[in-house]
């Protein structure tokens, strides 16, 4: 297993970029941003996130 800086973006042979789980290194999918999520975005660009694993279940925010 590769180790990994969590919320490290890599860029995807298709230029696409993936974000990796910081609990247990599997792949990231998007979700939509809470209200206080859109607000810190105007200080800061932020995506929410959460791991593509059902044991993890693990949800954030990374930044840009």
């Known amino acids: 297993m590769q180790q990994h800086t ?10 696409v970029k993936k974000y990796i789980c910081p609990c ?13 999520d859109r607000l810190l975005s105007l200080f800061m660009p932020i995506q929410r996130f959460r791991c ?6 693990w ?3 990374i930044g840009q």
Not at 6 to 15: K, N, R, T
């Open 6 to 15: 969590p919320g490290l973006e890599f860029v995807d042979f298709i230029g």
């Open 24 to 36: 247990c290194d599997a792949k990231l999918i998007r979700i939509p941003r809470r209200p206080i």
């Open 52 to 57: 593509t694993r059902f044991q993890c279940q």
């Open 59 to 61: 949800v954030g925010n």
